[in-house]
């Protein structure tokens, strides 16, 4: 039987007790993982009230906080994905592949990413000597690696579970942060945002070339479209599978939109 949003035998007034209790029974490790990210960013936090040093105009450590924000949501959101899924299957060997192949590339990058912050260098577009242009290289290996995962998932979901509204939302986001991530950060890859800390929290710069707004809609396509999949089936299936395809469609042409808005004009 697939996994549900409640756990069995408990009180149904504690939705958000029991699929923590669901997460950390059935899917250990990734939420091990998430809870390490969100651990490892209160020190980080500190760092950055107290440390006055900047990269490219931006505080030191901003970039890895906002990496271990977004890699324990996408573990807590793979996390719940995979509890969807019977309970033989999660303990297949492809999940388990998955699993620590998530955990390995985000452990790398928040990794790199916090020691250049600790040594006041750059992480990305660090191209000055043969060994950060190397790990630049790998940074890049390792984030398609990591949303290559969401299409496998996604494949077993297919495979293992009833053709519901939210099922073809969480494998149309699956697939999307996959196909949207490598497309943007193939861009990104090549351009470099504006220097200078941009928009509150986020640092974006709506008015620059900068592809980082695309790139945030593309990774968290994870759980975006899942979220209106479950309001959607909520409401009524049935309207539910007529939405579900504009809804993606308004997606991606949101995701389109960014991406021309961020690419340099031609003088």
Same mark, same amino acid.
């Given at each position: ?21 669901? *997460? ?5 490790? *990734? ?18 009230? /107290? ?101 496998? /998932? ?10 519901? $509204?939210?099922?073809?939302? $969480? ?75 504009? /809804? ?20």
């Amino acid at each position: 039987m697939a996994g549900t949003l409640v756990e069995p035998g408990l009180s149904p007034g504690r939705p958000v007790l029991q699929l923590a209790r669901r *997460l950390y029974r059935d899917q250990r490790s *990734l939420v091990l993982f998430a809870l390490a990210m969100l651990l490892l960013a209160i020190p980080t936090l500190a760092a950055l009230a /107290l440390d006055p040093r900047t990269v490219h105009g931006v505080a030191n450590w901003a970039k890895p906080l906002k990496f271990m924000a977004s890699g324990a949501l996408f573990a807590l959101t793979m996390a719940w994905i995979v509890g969807l899924l019977p309970q033989a299957q999660r303990q297949s060997r492809t999940i388990r592949a998955l699993t620590w192949l998530v955990i390995g590339t985000m452990s790398f990058e928040v990794g790199y990413i916090s020691l250049q912050a600790a040594l006041g260098a750059p992480s990305h577009y660090n191209t000055a000597d043969p060994f950060h242009a190397a790990m630049f290289g790998l940074m890049g290996l390792a984030a398609v690696l990591l949303v290559a995962t969401q299409p496998v /998932l996604a494949w077993q979901l297919r495979r293992q579970l009833p053709p519901t $509204v939210l099922v073809h939302a $969480v494998v149309a986001g699956l697939w999307l942060t996959f196909l949207l991530s490598v497309a943007s950060g193939f861009l990104l890859g090549g351009l470099q945002p504006p220097p200078g800390s941009g928009m509150p929290v986020a640092g974006w710069h709506l008015g620059g070339p900068d592809l980082r707004p695309a790139h945030f809609m593309a990774v968290h396509a994870q759980q975006l479209l899942p979220l209106a999949g479950l309001a959607l089936q909520q409401l009524r299936p049935r309207l539910g599978r007529v939405l579900l395809p504009p /809804l993606v469609t308004a997606y991606v042409l949101a995701w389109a939109g960014l991406v021309f808005a961020g690419l340099p004009r031609a003088a």
